[in-house]
């Protein structure tokens, strides 16, 4: 089992641009879960997704952040129009069941820069 | 509110003397407590967790609900252990809280 994968690991926009984070959970995990650590400060959870359904998003930015996790392919959390706040790493963690009764794995990261 | 407090951002040590990591939380329901460490370039990983009370690579953590306290403890650091540690407090729901981190230097 390759663990959860995330892709890119660094990814590098301008002020304005868009950005796309990918998350693939480890196999035979159907929750999804992202965080983002903005420097110097620790991991604060975004957003819980199941399958199509998005769980819990009560800690992502109320405009331009957005996360799925369609029935086939990667969780994806996607940032419109950057602005250099949004320098962070963006971790992605998966689980088999709801997290609160199993451990959640996490993935390497996405370290995204805004220019 | 619900926090985690690290308050080290690194901690250095010599080989072979005892470490102990920090951490202190704030919740009034029955926590759920964890630590996770990342080594250099690699993914945050599963140290352990209180409710399991075992000893990972010579690692213990005892949950103090008195002192709001979940420090880390190993009696004598390697070299090997240098890495990011991390606190997480889990409120009953999928969503973890960490702490800032603990940067730790276990010099030779």
């Known amino acids: 089992n390759a663990g959860v994968m995330q892709n890119p690991r660094h990814l590098v926009r301008r002020r304005g641009q868009e950005a796309r984070l990918r998350c693939s959970p480890m196999k035979g995990h159907s929750h999804v879960y992202w965080y983002r650590q903005l420097p110097e400060e620790g991991l604060k959870f975004m957003v819980y997704l199941q399958k199509e359904n998005i769980i819990d998003e009560s800690g992502m930015p109320k405009e331009r952040f957005s996360a799925e996790f369609p029935k086939e392919g990667p969780s994806i959390l996607r940032i419109q129009q950057v602005v250099r706040g949004d320098s962070a790493a963006y971790f992605c963690a998966s689980s088999p069941v709801q997290g609160n009764t199993d451990t959640q794995y996490f993935g390497p990261g996405t370290r995204l820069t805004v220019l | 509110a619900q926090r985690v407090t690290q308050p080290e951002k690194l901690l250095s040590v010599f080989k072979g003397a005892p470490v102990e990591l920090k951490c202190n939380y704030s919740?009034?329901?029955?926590?759920?407590l964890f630590w996770y460490v990342q080594y250099s370039r690699q993914r945050l990983q599963l140290l352990l967790r209180h409710i399991s009370r075992e000893s990972i690579k010579g690692f213990t953590a005892d949950l103090n609900k008195g002192e709001t306290s979940f420090h880390l403890k190993k009696p004598f650091a390697q070299e090997e252990d240098s890495a990011m540690y991390y606190c997480a407090l889990r409120p009953g729901t999928y969503k973890y809280i960490f702490g800032t981190g603990t940067r730790l230097k276990v010099l030779a």
């Open positions: 919740y009034s329901g029955s926590p759920e």
